[in-house]
Nanobody
């Protein structure tokens, strides 16, 4: 099970931290990713971290502004979002895949959280 939290309303240029708490399996064996879906658009890749925490990937649109991290002891993966823009407005989902190797492809992820809304607006 994956449960996201931390979404909300923030002004442009602001920051938010999303958290994904994982239960039922260990982060050490599963890659975790964040995806997002804006109204009327397809779900898109945001960031991913490998099961050993050694490899991370980011979408070009968030590189340099977002940071993904994991705390294996707390079974939590976080997404720190800075310099937020209106185009970052979306429902953010965390997802896991049954491999420790990370992937940017939506179809390779097996389990999904319910999502958390992020709205960037003045």
């Amino acid at each position: 099970q994956l449960v996201e939290s931390g979404g909300g309303l923030v002004q442009p240029g602001g920051s938010l931290r999303l958290s994904c708490v994982v239960s039922g399996f260990s982060l050490d064996y599963y890659a975790i990713a964040w995806f997002r879906q804006a109204p009327g658009k397809e779900r898109e890749f945001v960031a991913t971290v490998s099961g050993d925490g050694g490899t991370v990937h980011y979408a070009d649109s968030v590189k340099g502004r977002f940071t993904i991290s994991r705390d294996a002891g707390k079974n939590t993966v976080s997404l720190d979002m800075n310099s937020l823009k209106s185009e970052d407005t979306a429902v953010y989902y965390c997802a896991s895949r049954t491999s420790w190797i990370s992937s940017v492809h939506l179809g390779t992820y097996d389990y999904w959280g319910q999502g958390t809304q992020v709205t960037v607006s003045s």
